[in-house]
């Protein structure tokens, strides 16, 4: 942590829980109008897990740079 300190890592952390989360809530409930029988919770997990491993991918490959 040489660049920005505690305080920019803890808004990035926020920033990336929050579009995760958000994310994953927008496409379980898409996915929850076209199969009606499907848990929300389970949707919103599955799809919050697939954002946040797309991130760390990009993060971990130098896509995003800090």
């Known amino acids: 942590m040489t660049r920005g300190g ?3 890592w803890a808004l990035i952390s ?3 829980m929050v579009g995760t ?3 994953g809530w ?3 409930w898409l996915y929850k109008r076209l ?3 499907l848990a929300f919770y389970k949707l919103w997990a599955f ?3 697939i954002l946040m491993g797309i ?3 990009m993060f971990a490959f130098g896509v995003v740079k800090l």
Request: charged residues 0%; without cysteine.
């Open 6 to 8: 505690a305080g920019a």
């Open 14 to 16: 926020l920033a990336w």
């Open 21 to 23: 989360f958000g994310g």
């Open 26 to 28: 927008l496409m379980a």
């Open 35 to 37: 199969h009606p029988s």
């Open 47 to 49: 799809w919050s897990m």
């Open 55 to 57: 991130a760390t991918l």
